[in-house]
């Protein structure tokens, strides 16, 4: 049987990208089209999963930020003996991972920074594209560290500053003055956190570039993985309609007349 474990998350905590509870909303509005638009969480989750496969295999396993349990269903398949829990702060993106998984998996509704876990308690934190909507990274990355048992394995993705750098400059050119894209930690802030935290972890980086037919499209891929602009600098009315057709020609047109898209991508890898 699938359990739901309900605890109350934290208190909002304003940051860069919004509060907890309008981050949590905006992905749980998006969890039905989610998977579908996910390209990028497939190919960085993927990349972990690679990383993980020839270590030992983990009796307890946490998916911490699992949206709709896409990855909690590959861990549960790559660690078929392995207990599975997938854990998030939004309450629609657990149901939705309810209805699409098997009943071998749990699901907490859990807050990343104030995890209701024992200490020691986990064999492998797996943590894929949620890190970079918390407003203290440095809170998770220590809860990780309490829970993990020792000898236990963490594998977390991040986005880097130089993500949508495109789509940023087509908004500059277009709407100068005003935020429209998500704010992500400097690469080298990332990695000094990182170490301070966890001394000794492996890190990687490299920039991933996704193509669209047009800057409409990877607007429409944002909004159904719920990752618009979160920043509390936003504005509060629709964007007008000729803003928006004047960010779609500032932004680069390759020889093909698709555009593309750039991620920075990075990774973390721990043992305790």
């Avoid at 920074?113 to 949620?130: C, G, K, R, W």
């Avoid at 909004?223 to 928006?244: I, M, N, S, W």
Wanted: aromatic residues 8%; glycine residues 8%.
């Amino acid at each position: 049987m699938t359990i739901y474990t309900r605890i109350e998350p934290a208190a909002p905590v304003d940051g860069g990208t919004g509060s907890k509870q309008s981050i949590a909303r905006g992905f749980g509005g998006a969890s039905a089209t989610y998977e579908g638009a996910s390209r990028l969480q497939k190919i960085m989750g993927d990349a972990m999963l690679a990383e993980l496969a020839s270590g030992p295999v983990p009796e307890s396993i946490l998916d911490l930020g699992c949206g709709t349990g896409w990855f909690s269903r590959k861990l549960a398949e790559q660690y078929p003996n392995s207990s599975v829990t997938g854990a998030d702060l939004s309450p629609g993106m657990l149901a939705e991972a309810a209805n699409r998984s098997p009943a071998s998996i749990y699901w907490l509704h859990a807050d990343a920074e104030q995890l209701p876990l024992a200490d020691n308690s986990v064999d492998l934190i797996f943590s894929n594209l949620m890190i970079q909507w918390s407003a203290r990274p440095e809170l998770i990355l220590r809860e990780c560290r309490r829970i993990l048992r020792p000898g236990g394995r963490l594998a977390i993705s991040t986005l880097l500053d130089g993500t949508l750098s495109e789509l940023k400059q087509a908004w500059a050119e277009a709407d100068p003055g005003q935020a429209h894209v998500n704010r992500f930690a400097p690469q080298a802030q990332w990695q000094a956190l990182v170490e301070a935290v966890l001394p000794n972890a492996k890190q990687a980086a490299e920039t991933i570039s996704l193509p669209y037919q047009s800057p409409m499209h990877l607007n429409r891929e944002l909004k159904e993985l719920g990752a618009v602009f979160k920043g509390e600098e936003r504005r509060r009315t629709v964007t007008a309609p000729g803003r928006f057709r004047a960010m779609c020609r500032a932004y680069p047109t390759g020889a093909d007349s698709l555009v593309s898209a750039s991620y920075l991508a990075g990774w973390l890898y721990w043992r305790k």
